[in-house]
Structure formats: C-alpha cells, structure tokens
C-alpha cells in the first residue's frame, strides 16, 4: 500500500470507516472494516496520523494505535462537522476527519491515560448519585406533600420528613409500605454518595495540583479534585481567558460592522465544572455580605454596582484563570495583599 500521511477513522461499535491521503493529498485509502480487522490492520501499516472524534471509546483507540507507532489526534465533533459536504454517512463522516486534522487552527482533544479514565469515571459516579439523590427527594417531597406533610428546603430536611412520615398513624397502609421503600433506598444512596467522596478525597489527597487549587478561596476539594481530573494538559489553553471561556463563563459574542454585541455566558464546556466555580463563588460572594472576611477591592466594588448572581459568574470567571494559572506554572497560591482601610482622626 502506498504510504499514508493521514487517515481519518469513524469509528462505532463494530463497523469502522477508514480514509486515508498519501503526501500529494490523493485518495488511496477508503475502508470499511470491522473491528478486529481495524487492529490487524493498524498493526501491519506503517505509522501514520490517524484522526478520530472524541467520542466513546476514542481514548481507548488512540491510546491502542499508539501502542503500534502512530500518531493520534482526537477532534471535538462539532469541529469536525464543519468539514463534511452534503449528506452524512460513515465514509463522508471518515473523509471529513482526515482533512480537519490538517488543518493549521484545528484544536485537538488530549490522549487520556487508562488512570485518568479511572479518575473520570469517580467523578462521572458521584455526579450521577446526586442526581438520583435529588429526584428521589423530590419524589419523596411530592408525595408527602399529597397527605399534608411539607419540609423546609435542604436535603438535612428529608429524614426528620420521612421520620414524621413514619410515625403518621393515619396514613394507609400501603403509603407507610412506600415511604419505607423510599427511606431505605435514600440511605442506600446516601451510603454510596459518601463511600465515592471518600474515595475522591483520598485521591485529592494524593495529588499535588489538587491540593495546590484546594487553597483558592472558592475551590474546595471536590472542585480542585474535578478540575485535575478533567483538564489534564492545561497547558494546551493559551491563557486564563481562554481556559474560562472553554468552561463556558464568557459572555457570548455577535458582533457585526463594528458594533459589539455581548450577551448571556456561552454555557459551552463542561457543566459540572461551571457549576462547581459558580457554587464556590456564590460561597464566598455569601460570606462578604455577612460581613465575614476581608474582599479583594474588586469584588467590594463589584457588588455595590452588580446583582449578586451576575457577580457569582464574574468571581467564577476569575476563579477559573487563577486556576489555571496555578495548573500551568506549578505555583501555590498566594492571596493579593489588601490595602489597609484609613482610620478616622
């Protein structure tokens, strides 16, 4: 086979769409295999890049492919869309991959290692048992509710309400059965929640750069722990600004003629991270109006002119490129000093 410089693989469960260039940027490769024919292959060809989107299962291939001596990029897929021409099939979805790698301003996703993956995969858990937590009080909330017993927001209100659920005399049978259902499988989930936090703090522990973030006012260990794991090589960001608008803290931008025309945040990035850094800044934005603490000038300044939760995003925005900036230089975090208030004669 004539010597390949690239090949864009769209890959799946089971059929694999292979496209491939040689140096003159003529088609010589065009594939459909399936899945141990793809390893079979990759093993006896001579190394080359290969481009795959970042979906399901693309870390494990890259991370594979590499074992044989090629070099992989994984591209976002909505990067990749700009690329296909007319309808979409496996073949233009292969053919599109292999000419966005080529080009000069593609971004490409980091390789993940099998240990990153293992991190991943303890914080994709904790986010999904406290998803469950909060439907299963919603549900327990909404029942109550439908035989008069009502509670106070905050999951610390759910077992005093199952507590008076149970001590009900008059609720029918079948309703106490239910309740005790619900009462035993919010335990098991509050069971398994604290077990996984556990395990993310251990692990927390036992990362530098996580106790590093840990030291940010806003960033606990669970948002430290979080932005470690998912932004491995952080230095691939150009800056600060850069990283918070990956997470999705800019405003969004439609500009036309010279006129400047910003609205919400974008929301784009990962949604846990946003989260996270808005909950801590709210945090912190929470205890200066209690009078806790001594605020930078900024924020002081900033929460005289701005509602609070527009405030939350901006403290999140800077949260975000301190972050950063303590990922790619290695530093530890030093609060900036604060000018000493003047005392009346």
Known sequence: MEQLIRIGMDTSKRVFQLHGVNAAEDVVLRKKLRRKEVVALFADLAPSVVG????????????????????????????????????????????????????????????????????????????????????????IRGYAAEFGHVAAKGLDKIEPLLARLAADEDLPELAHELFALHAKEYAELQAKLAAIEAKLMAWHRTNACSQRLDKIPGIGPVSAAMLTMKVPQPQLFRSGRDFAAWIGLTPKNHSTAGRTRLGVITRAGDETLRSLLVVGATAVIQQVQRGRGRPSPWLAALLKRKPPKLVAVALANKLARIAWKLMVSGESYRAAPIPAMPVAA
Not at 90 to 102: H, N, Q, V
Not at 104 to 130: C, D, H, N, W, Y
């Open 52 to 139: 795959i989107e970042a979906c399901g299962g693309a870390h494990h291939w890259a991370r594979l492919l590499r074992s044989f001596g090629h070099e992989v990029k994984l591209l976002p897929p909505e990067y990749v869309k700009a690329y296909r021409k007319r309808g979409k099939n496996d073949a233009a979805d292969a053919a599109a991959l292999c000419e966005a790698m080529s080009r000069p301003t593609m971004r490409f996703v980091p390789v993940k290692s099998a240990e990153a993956q293992a991190a991943l995969m303890l914080a994709g858990l904790r986010e999904r048992l406290i998803r469950q937590r909060t439907q299963l009080s919603n549900a």
